[in-house]
Nanobody, 125 residues
Framework: QVQLVESGGGLVQAGGSLRLSCAAS????????MGWFRQVPGKEREFVAA????????YYADSVKGRFTISRDNAKNTVYLQMNSLKPEDTAVYYC??????????????????WGQGTQVTVSS
């Protein structure tokens, strides 16, 4: 089993920044591909960013490209999402997810094996 715990969410004004963290435990973190997704009430959970196990490859949704940066520290079993130039439409619950299969569609939530409980991000205009 894997436990994922997100932190760093909160209320920020438009144009501001937040850094989300996701601490993992339970399995070898460096074997996992990691992703961030977000969800607003009444809508499907959507892909935000992903990073491969080594950190050598990163992927972003078009809506966040150039503003968000995903990174990981395998020594700390943690993945991060640095969010800059935040917009009101970024308001959502943000979830981190872990995938251990090695071959997956990084933007497909159903390919991920474990999920955190989510952290709320609210961007005011």
């Amino acid at each position: 089993q894997v436990q994922l715990v997100e932190s760093g969410g909160g209320l920020v004004q438009a144009g501001g920044s937040l850094r989300l963290s996701c601490a993992a435990s339970g399995r070898t973190f460096s074997n996992s591909n990691m992703g961030w997704f977000r969800q607003v009430p009444g809508k499907e959970r959507e892909f935000v960013a992903a990073i491969t196990w080594s950190g050598s490859s990163t992927y972003y949704a078009d809506s966040v490209k150039g503003r968000f940066t995903i990174s990981r520290d395998n020594a700390k079993n943690t993945v991060y999402l640095q969010m800059n130039s935040l917009k009101p439409e970024d308001t959502a619950v943000y979830y981190c997810a872990a995938e251990y299969g090695g071959s997956y569609d990084y933007a497909n939530q159903y390919d991920y094996d474990y999920w955190g409980q989510g952290t709320q991000v609210t961007v005011s205009s």
